[in-house]
């Protein structure tokens, strides 16, 4: 248990380590959403691309922009960018470092869908049954070609009254799903490589630049993190005192207008009372009702 | 400095399990990827052979780049091997060390596959369906096909449903003869991996000991210094920050109090710990400014000794506005950042 929050608190407290943990669960998240959205095929001649290209591309934008948004890095470079210089220079190299972490990692989750998408196979077998060509394939070659089309199109669905035993139907869905795969494989293969010679060649370039981007991007983090906090405490110690001063006036107040404040509560002004002096409802809904319609100014 | 102590004991003692721990864990994904992942032979004759391979080949392949991708000690392999001398020697045996650990790992989890697949069979059969010897195997009796013709019937083997060969050579007879011979296939990649482990961590200790250890630890000790330094600038950008906070805050405070000729007469004056913690900020426009301040004009990165405090507790008291304002300037661009 102990190393489990010895865990825990490292990757809490190293921000990079934060966010490779949400970049990995968008990831998990994008698998699962595929496993269980239910994908039917409309196995209409003008619809199939459209449906078929449009689950291919359409879920991964969504991805990313999560994962732009869900990257609490995205604000602090904005704002690092967008920031007048005044008496702190810019430094585009610590900017154009920040960009291209939360860009990477946004970038997981979507490629993780279209490669899971390719290696399954339906969008693509939707999206271009209706462009293969009728000649190769048996029974298609025999009707004629509007129909052709229309049969080729019917070939997603399979549970379709023409096409459930039609063996050529089974054969233009396997040469799709086969194109399919290959592409989805030599898509890994190529993000692969280009990550690892990124990773491996990244230390021949510029690296104290690189030393240097990565500890002030840190930096400005864990600043911003800092001052947020402060600014938090600072607003909890300024509402303490402003309604220590609210109730003080309210205390006041009622002494002023009643004189039915017990005696013995004036030798206790000097000490702290949790009561603040109101001690009848009387006093305590004229004390909310204060609160509400006159604040007291800042 | 107790979280520091405390994650540097955990990376010390099990830097070497955490990297098997992932190890084991990408083997494992590997399985579940293979279970997963929807094997589908094309069944036309040269489709068929590119399928089959690919998929023997290509996903192992992936997984390899991957587990050197996912290991962290490659950018620090990199980084060490392209460092300039300086003053701390460069030693060839230490780099051949990380390398050869982290390609050892890598090499696990497309073991795992390729044995998944050949003991699995699907891909074997699939890739070499149109080689199985039909004169020893097949029907004696049956009309002579093309080469071509033949080809397209062989190549159904594997998708059972189409298959149209029956009189040529029965399906369940060239799909167990196929699996047998990748089963065995299979078999004997295990085997030989295992061997060339066994004898890999048998015969080590026998040729040059002394220098293994000595690569081994300066390995460790690389990475661990390397986490270290990490660490403690995270610490100082950590302290860099909270100081710089605070004097912006004084700075402020200061500032706004040289502008104004009083302080406010409602906000009672107890100097203590609750003003010094509410820095100096004590009503809403003076919030305000100090917040439009933090994003228009960001204190520059240059940390000034901490000024004593004077009789009513604000420092830099007498001092006008400007005054203060133009030697931070001038400081910040003197200057550089670290």
Known sequence: MDRFRMIFQYFQSNSESVMNGICGLLALASVKMYTSFDFSCPCLLQYNMAYGLGIMFVPPVILFLCGLILNRQSLVMLEEWRRPQGHRKKDLAVIRYMCSSIIQRAMVAPVVWIIVTLLDGKCLICAFSGSMDPEKFVSFASVSPVQAQQLLAKVPCKDDELMRNDTSRKAVSRYLRCWSQALGWSILLILIIAAFLARWLRPCFNQDTLLQAQHWSNYIDIEQKIFEETCCEHSRLFAHKCILHFFENMRQEIKLHSFSLPREGEGDEEKEDPLQGITDQDQVNKLLKTWYYEKPPL | ?338
């Open chain 2, 1 to 338: 400095m107790d979280k520091f102590r405390m994650i540097f004991q955990f990376f010390q003692s099990n830097q070497e399990s955490f990297m098997n721990g992932i190890c084991g864990i990408m083997a494992l994904a590997s399985t579940q990827m293979y279970s997963a992942f929807d094997f589908n032979c094309p069944c036309l004759p040269r489709y068929n052979l590119a399928y089959g391979l690919g998929i023997l080949l290509v996903p192992p392949f992936i997984l390899f780049l991957l587990g050197f991708v996912l290991n962290n000690n490659i950018s620090m392999l990199a980084e060490e091997w392209r460092r300039p001398q300086g003053r701390r020697g460069k030693d060839s045996s230490v780099l051949r060390y990380m390398f050869c650990s982290m390609a050892q790992r890598a090499m696990i989890a497309p073991a795992v596959w390729v044995s998944v697949t050949l003991l699995d069979g699907k891909c074997i059969t699939c890739a070499f369906c149109t080689l199985v010897p039909v004169e020893t195997l097949g029907n004696a009796s049956h009309p002579h096909l093309s080469h071509r013709e033949l080809q397209r019937v062989l190549a159904r083997i594997p998708c059972k449903e189409i298959y149209n060969g029956q009189e040529l050579i029965a399906n369940e007879v060239a799909v167990r003869y196929l699996r047998c011979i990748s089963q065995a296939l299979g078999w004997s990649f295990v085997l030989l991996i295992t061997t060339l482990a066994f004898l890999v961590r048998s015969l080590r200790p026998c040729f040059s000991q002394a220098a293994f250890l000595k690569s081994r630890y300066w390995s460790h000790y690389i990475d661990i210094e390397r986490k270290l330094f990490d660490e403690t600038c995270a610490e100082h950008a950590r302290s860099f920050a909270k100081a710089c906070i605070q004097q912006f805050f004084e700075g402020m405070s200061t500032d706004l109090v040289a502008a104004r000729c009083h302080l406010p007469r409602k906000a009672p004056v107890d100097v203590g710990e609750a003003a010094e913690k509410l820095l100096g900020i004590t009503d809403q426009g003076t919030m305000n400014m100090a917040l439009k301040s933090w994003h228009r004009c960001k204190p520059p990165l240059h940390l000034h000794p901490p000024v004593l405090p004077t009789g009513n507790g604000w420092a830099g008291e007498g001092q006008p506005p400007t005054h203060t304002s133009v030697p931070r300037r001038e400081t910040a661009a003197y200057y550089s950042w670290v």
